[in-house]
Nanobody, 125 residues
Framework: QVQLVESGGASVQAGGSLRLTCAAS????????VAWFRQAPGKEREAVAS????????LYSDSVKGRFTISQDSAKNTVYLQMSSLKPDDTAVYYC??????????????????WGQGTQVTVSV
């Protein structure tokens, strides 16, 4: 059974940092694309970062580029999202996703087969 479990969400002040963790079981993350999405109340789920399978290629949305970093520890089968210079607009539930569908853009939730349950990040002024 495939499981993705996120952790690390918290309430922080603007300008602060957080590191989110996504631990996988029943699935080898380095062989598929992994991504972090977020969803704020009343908004659609949006992709923020992705790491391409079997490579070091990383992709970021314009809203987080330069502030967030996605990384992976293959030995631990874990993906991280390091977030810095956090803004109130970053407040959302953050989800880890894994999978691959040829021809589907990395920004699309439909590219990924498996999802975690989400972890809340709240950034206050």
């Amino acid at each position: 059974q495939v499981q993705l479990v996120e952790s690390g969400g918290a309430s922080v002040q603007a300008g602060g940092s957080l590191r989110l963790t996504c631990a996988a079981s029943g699935y080898t993350l380095k062989t598929v694309d992994v991504a972090w999405f977020r969803q704020a109340p009343g908004k659609e789920r949006e992709a923020v970062a992705s790491m391409v399978h079997n490579s070091s290629l990383t992709l970021y949305s314009d809203s987080v580029k330069g502030r967030f970093t996605i990384s992976q520890d293959s030995a631990k089968n874990t993906v991280y999202l390091q977030m810095s210079s956090l803004k109130p607009d970053d407040t959302a539930v953050y989800y880890c996703a894994a999978g691959y569908k040829f021809g589907v853009p990395w920004l699309s939730p439909g590219r990924y087969d498996y999802w975690g349950q989400g972890t809340q990040v709240t950034v206050s002024v």
